[in-house]
């Protein structure tokens, strides 16, 4: 019954942005986050948000990401500026109920090419 809806991955050049949303439905979330994950490499934690909006990062992408939530719409983003080629992954949106039980989406793609 909880599921995670992911869109807004796509081509995009160096130093372009992304805009990437998460639907959640089902039930109502604590902490939120994306996670990537390039061929090859584990998956990684990216942005966690709380549900009073308070947000932290992976060093390489401060600054240049911002993770946000519109906790009437179960609606994750997270808003990609200034992307490098090394961003390129599957990105997934993850969410935890207040029960400790843990959602994943489905993943997008996001590819940062010239």
């Known amino acids: 019954q909880v599921q995670l809806v992911e869109s807004g991955g796509g081509l995009v050049q160096p130093g372009g942005s992304l805009r990437l949303s998460c639907t959640a439905s089902?039930?109502?979330?604590?902490?939120m986050g994306w996670f990537r994950q390039a061929p090859g490499k584990q998956r990684e934690l990216v942005a966690t948000?709380?549900?009073?909006?308070?947000?932290n990062y992976v060093d390489s992408v401060k600054g240049r990401f911002t993770i946000s939530r519109d906790n009437a719409k179960n609606t994750l983003y997270l808003q990609m500026n200034s992307l490098k080629p090394e961003d390129t992954a599957v990105y997934y949106c993850?969410?935890?109920?207040?029960?400790?039980?843990?959602?994943w989406g489905q993943g997008t793609q996001v590819t940062v090419s010239s």
């Open positions: 993850n969410a935890v109920t207040p029960w400790l039980h843990e959602y």
């Open positions: 089902g039930s109502i979330f604590n902490a």
């Open positions: 948000i709380t549900r009073s909006g308070s947000a």
